[in-house]
C-alpha cells in the first residue's frame, strides 16, 4: 500500500470572479522510504500541495490518503492528533522555541502528545545525537548556527517517528555547505530509517538527492523524473527542465 496518495487533489482560493486555483486535480503517490522533490516556478503550487498532504489546509476536491486513510474525513481534533504522530514538518524557517534549549525543542511533539518528560528528553537527544549535535543539547537557538538550527528542527520533525517527513524549502536560510549536510540527513533517513520524504526546493542540485522529481506548473503536474544517482548530470538535466517551464 502507498503511505501517501493523493486523488484529484484541488484547491481553490477565492469565490467566482475571484477565484484563483493553486491546486488542480494532483495525483501522485509515494511508496515507504521514498524521496520525492517538488519543484516549479513561484506559485505553481508547490507550499500548497505540502500544507494540503500535511493536513495544514483542507481540499475543495478530491482527498489525501495516508496509508489508505482519506485524511479530509477526519474531524480537526483526529487531523491534529495525526499530524503529531505520522507527519514531521520542517520549514524554511525553523520555528523554534527560543526560549528552550536545543533538547527541549527537540523533545516537543512527544511532550504535547502526552509522553513522559523523561522518555521525549530520551528520544529527543537519541536524534540530536543522529544530526550530530550531541554536544549542543542545552543550547538555546541563539546560540546555535543556521544549520545546527535546521538539524534541531529536523530532530523534533523525527522524534515521533512519523511515516512522512514534509520539507518546505528546508535550505533557504542555509549556505551552500549547510544545505548540502540538511537534504544528505533527508536522504540519509529515506534510506536507513525507511521515512517518506517530500521536499519542495527551488535548488535543481538539492533536488538531485531525490529518488523522483515532481515538476509543477499552474497547479498541476507537467512530469516527473526519476533519478539515476548521478547528481551533477541531474541537476543539469533539471535546471533545463524548470526553465523551459
Given at each position: 500500500?502507498?503511505?501517501?496518495?493523493?486523488?484529484?487533489?484541488?484547491?481553490?482560493?477565492?469565490?467566482?470572479?475571484?477565484?484563483?486555483?493553486?491546486?488542480?486535480?494532483?495525483?501522485?503517490?509515494?511508496?515507504?522510504?521514498?524521496?520525492?522533490?517538488v519543484m516549479g516556478p513561484s506559485g505553481?503550487?508547490?507550499?500548497?500541495?505540502?500544507?494540503?498532504?500535511?493536513?495544514?489546509?483542507?481540499?475543495?476536491?478530491?482527498?489525501?490518503?495516508?496509508?489508505?486513510?482519506?485524511?479530509?474525513?477526519?474531524?480537526?481534533?483526529?487531523?491534529?492528533?495525526?499530524?503529531?504522530?505520522?507527519?514531521g514538518f520542517v520549514f524554511q524557517f525553523?520555528?523554534?522555541?527560543?526560549?528552550?534549549?536545543?533538547?527541549?525543542?527537540?523533545?516537543?511533539?512527544?511532550?504535547?502528545?502526552?509522553?513522559?518528560?523523561?522518555?521525549?528528553?530520551?528520544?529527543?537527544?537519541?536524534?540530536?545525537?543522529?544530526?550530530?549535535?550531541?554536544?549542543?543539547?542545552?543550547?538555546?537557538?541563539?546560540?546555535?548556527?543556521?544549520?545546527?538550527?535546521?538539524?534541531?528542527?529536523?530532530?523534533?520533525?523525527?522524534?515521533?517517528?512519523?511515516?512522512?517527513?514534509?520539507?518546505?524549502?528546508?535550505?533557504?536560510?542555509?549556505?551552500?555547505?549547510?544545505?548540502?549536510?540538511?537534504?544528505?540527513?533527508?536522504?540519509?533517513?529515506?534510506?536507513?530509517?525507511?521515512?517518506?520524504?517530500?521536499?519542495?526546493?527551488?535548488?535543481?542540485?538539492?533536488?538531485?538527492?531525490?529518488?523522483?522529481?515532481?515538476?509543477?506548473?499552474?497547479?498541476?503536474?507537467?512530469?516527473?523524473?526519476?533519478?539515476?544517482?548521478?547528481?551533477?548530470?541531474?541537476?543539469?538535466?533539471?535546471?533545463?527542465?524548470?526553465?523551459?517551464?
Amino acid at each position: 500500500m502507498a503511505v501517501i496518495e493523493t486523488v484529484n487533489l484541488t484547491k481553490v482560493y477565492g469565490h467566482a470572479e475571484t477565484a484563483v486555483t493553486a491546486l488542480d486535480h494532483v495525483n501522485m503517490v509515494m511508496q515507504a522510504g521514498e524521496f520525492v522533490a517538488v519543484m516549479g516556478p513561484s506559485g505553481c503550487g508547490k507550499s500548497t500541495l505540502l500544507h494540503l498532504i500535511g493536513g495544514l489546509d483542507r481540499p475543495t476536491e478530491g482527498c489525501v490518503r495516508l496509508e489508505g486513510r482519506d485524511t479530509s474525513r477526519l474531524s480537526d481534533t483526529q487531523l491534529t492528533e495525526l499530524r503529531r504522530r505520522k507527519l514531521g514538518f520542517v520549514f524554511q524557517f525553523f520555528n523554534l522555541m527560543p526560549v528552550l534549549s536545543a533538547l527541549d525543542n527537540a523533545a516537543l511533539p512527544l511532550l504535547l502528545d502526552g509522553a513522559r518528560p523523561e522518555h521525549a528528553r530520551a528520544k529527543a537527544a537519541e536524534w540530536l545525537h543522529r544530526m550530530g549535535l550531541g554536544a549542543r543539547l542545552s543550547h538555546r537557538p541563539r546560540e546555535l548556527s543556521g544549520g545546527q538550527q535546521q538539524r534541531v528542527a529536523l530532530a523534533r520533525a523525527l522524534v515521533a517517528e512519523p511515516l512522512v517527513i514534509l520539507a518546505d524549502e528546508p535550505t533557504g536560510n542555509l549556505d551552500t555547505r549547510a544545505s548540502d549536510e540538511v537534504v544528505g540527513l533527508l536522504r540519509q533517513i529515506a534510506d536507513e530509517a525507511g521515512r517518506s520524504v517530500l521536499m519542495v526546493t527551488h535548488d535543481p542540485r538539492l533536488a538531485a538527492y531525490a529518488d523522483r522529481i515532481a515538476f509543477l506548473k499552474d497547479g498541476r503536474i507537467v512530469d516527473e523524473t526519476r533519478l539515476s544517482g548521478d547528481r551533477d548530470a541531474e541537476a543539469q538535466v533539471t535546471r533545463e527542465k524548470v526553465a523551459a517551464l
